[in-house]
């Protein structure tokens, strides 16, 4: 199985994605400091997550398939920064890939396909928080033009230690 000639299709997710795409967060929740989510979700209790991310609007959800498969292999978002309203113009993304798909470009195809998407919101400011050390998400952001602007210390605790979060911003 040669899983590097693997097609990849970008498209707007949907409601029937909704346990391919819990399992895969939850990956990140019990085996990474990615998330600073601490117990596993049922997709029931994922579902209000997904349906903040309409297929239009500046809070979207872009999601990874396998062509052949339909497989899930990863997803990405943009959500709300913050609730008050002066920050409406402004988003935070997130990507994750399933991790066997770790390296193959699938997250730039998300995070092209949801830039490309939010090109025609009222946006002026994308940013990502990156729980440290994560080389290869930092390497994905600053491709995108993504530029550091402060590390909160610290700020969270999770499998016994603290982690430190490095923040980045793109203007859009």
Known sequence: MSSERTEV???????????????????????????????????????PWLLSHPVDGPHRLMVATDADSGGILGYA????????????????????VAPH??????????????FEALSGEDLHRAYAGIAQPNE????LHERFGFRHVGTYREVGRKFGRYWDVAWYEKPL
């Open 77 to 96: 978002t943009s959500s709300p920064y913050r609730a008050k309203p002066a920050y409406a113009t402004s988003v935070e993304v997130t990507v994750y």
């Open 136 to 139: 290869a998400s930092t390497r």
């Open 9 to 47: 299709q970008v498209r707007p997710g949907v409601e029937g994605d909704l346990a391919a795409l819990t399992d895969l967060y939850n990956h990140y929740v019990r085996e990474t400091p990615i998330t600073f989510d601490t117990v596993i979700f049922t997709p029931e209790e994922r579902r």
């Open 101 to 114: 798909t770790a390296g193959r470009g699938v997250g730039t195809l998300l995070y092209k396909a949801l």
